[in-house]
């Protein structure tokens, strides 16, 4: 079983940046594949950005591409999501989650474990 916990979350002025992290427990952290979704009200959760369990692939959804950056330390059991220019459409709450399968996956359905969430909101 994984446990994570994501933090930095907070209210930004458009154009800001924030640093989202995720930290992992109970289990293999390099096993797993990490993904960052996110969730508006009255919105379906989508995909963000994913990575490798070795950090050599990334995938980002096309509204944050070239804004948004993932990354992972695996020896800190951690997962970071670098959010730059942001924007008031980036407004939603973010999870962190683990997928034990490779490849380029987006449903969040496919993915087993799911941090509590952590709000960012973008003013403008």
């Known amino acids: 079983q994984v446990q994570l916990v994501e933090s930095g979350g907070g209210l930004v002025q458009a154009g800001g940046s924030l640093r989202l992290s995720c930290a992992a427990s109970?289990?293999?952290?390099?096993?797993?594949?990490m993904g960052w979704f996110r969730q508006a009200p009255g919105k379906e959760r989508e995909f963000v950005s994913r990575i490798a369990w070795s950090g050599d692939r990334t995938y980002y959804a096309s509204s944050v591409k070239g804004r948004f950056t993932i990354s992972r330390d695996n020896a800190k059991n951690t997962v970071y999501l670098q959010m730059n220019s942001l924007k008031p459409e980036d407004t939603a709450v973010y999870y962190c989650?683990?997928?034990?399968?490779?490849?380029?996956?987006?449903?969040?359905?496919?993915?087993?474990?799911w941090g509590q969430g952590t709000q960012v909101t973008v003013s403008s």
């Open positions: 109970g289990g293999t952290f390099r096993m797993y594949a």
């Open positions: 989650a683990a997928d034990l399968s490779p490849g380029s996956r987006y449903d969040p359905s496919e993915y087993a474990y």
